[in-house]
């Protein structure tokens, strides 16, 4: 069956429009370039454009490799070719340059694409004009930075989101550090090193005797990352896999893994110290992004093959997800209470906590709760610091006490 071409004066104006359909792609986020406008438009007139189904995989094909790109493509190619009768008459297309989305329509766009629609039109619409010394107040600067600490990663814009991921990168997080089985010498230690005492009397002939104290080295204990990757969790899963890879090159003994429905580790791709790198791998690794979550087996997965590697020195597990369990919590409970007692400390992040009127009503978050340390909200770059001063105190299982109370 042969496909629908459009002529060659009319060919000239679909790869502007490519072109431009590119630059709003490029502005949400997405990683294209000129080569692949280029791929667009040799696919496109392979394949041809005998229907609007064709045409939107047709060019799916081409601008998505991930799968946290797809939301993001779907809402920017309905709104860009939202004319319903264009591709049907493709032989005669006449699409406007920039297409802005209606008000109305605007609204249930996510910012990401919004945005990029925005700034297309104004890009395009700004004509050259005198430049205008503007003074800048140094209050309203830091006022832009507080409303970013506040703002909640799903409703960031992109140029936020590239702001809040530096931010991200320069947070460190300061565990209090353990004594171990060994010792140090130190000159205020608490026991006689009699071996190193001996050891350098002998050095002087035995004439000078120099009583030498030790005391127990500290270090920091292992980290170990539980991140859902679910549907409900993959915007944040995003922001917080760069939070991730700076603590992962930032110190040693950072194990990190990830779990929708299955169990992934993805500590050796975020030891990769270009963060593009490193989350690509992550992406290519993890087959279940924005799928299904079964928290209770991949749990299970972790306690059988993974806890004897990984918790050892007292280990401090973070577990980041939203307790939503599409099985039921079957086993849950069971495994969360095994991982509570493999550890020195359990803290669970939660981005519904972010809402004031919480109560932990689903079977999974019931199932979870009595066996963790802490319980956090982790939606913004203010709670992130908050977890950092957290984890570098004792643990405070007062806190705990509210919630356990709902469960009665």
């Known amino acids: 069956m042969a496909t629908a071409s459009p002529p060659e004066e009319s060919r000239g104006r679909l790869v502007d429009n490519l072109m431009q359909f590119a630059r709003v792609l ?86 990401r694409v919004a945005d990029a629609f925005r700034a297309l039109s104004e890009a395009e619409a700004t004509k050259p004009q005198e430049t205008v010394k503007t003074e800048i107040d140094a209050a309203m600067t830091w006022s832009e930075e507080e409303l970013l600490r506040h703002q909640d990663f799903e409703k960031m814009s992109t140029d936020e989101l590239e702001r809040a991921k530096r931010a991200i990168a320069r947070l460190r997080l300061p565990v209090e550090e353990r004594p171990i089985r060994r010792f140090e010498l130190h000159h205020a230690g608490d026991r006689f090193d009699l071996r190193s005492t001996l050891r350098r009397s002998l050095r002087g002939g035995g004439q000078d005797l120099e009583i030498l104290r030790k005391r127990r080295r500290t270090r920091r204990p292992p980290l170990v990352v539980l991140c859902d990757i679910s549907g409900s969790m993959a915007r944040y899963a995003r922001m ?132 963790v340390d802490e319980f956090r909200p982790v939606h913004n770059l203010e709670s992130l610091e908050q977890l950092a001063a957290a984890l570098s105190s004792p643990t405070r299982n007062e806190e705990m006490r509210p919630w356990l109370r709902q469960l009665h």
């Open 240 to 371: 917080l896999l760069h939070f991730l890879h700076a603590l992962t090159n930032d110190r040693d003994r950072v194990y990190t893994f990830l779990f929708g429905t299955q169990l992934t580790n993805v500590t050796r791709h975020l030891r990769y110290k270009d963060p593009d790198v490193a989350l690509a791998k992550v992406g290519e690794a993890a087959e279940d992004w924005s799928g299904g979550t079964r928290i209770g087996a991949s749990l299970h997965v972790f306690n059988r093959f993974w806890s004897r590697r990984v918790l050892a020195q007292g280990a401090v597990v973070l577990l980041i997800s939203d307790g939503l369990d599409r099985e039921g919590a079957k086993g849950l409970a069971r495994e969360i209470e095994r991982l509570h007692k493999s550890c020195r400390r359990l803290v669970w992040l939660n981005p519904l906590l972010r809402y004031e009127g919480f109560e932990p009503r689903s079977t999974g978050i019931r199932a979870m709760l009595p066996h």
């Open 26 to 111: 490029r502005a949400a986020g997405l990683p294209v370039g000129p080569g692949k406008v280029i791929d667009a438009a040799e696919a496109v007139r392979a394949v041809g454009v005998s229907s609007r189904e064709d045409f939107y995989w047709t060019l799916h094909a081409v601008f998505v490799n991930r799968r946290d790109q797809r939301e993001v493509f779907d809402q920017a190619f309905h709104v860009f070719w939202r004319n319903p009768r264009l591709l049907d008459r493709m032989m005669s297309i006449a699409l406007p340059q920039t297409v802005v989305p209606p008000e109305e329509e605007r609204r249930e766009l996510s910012k």
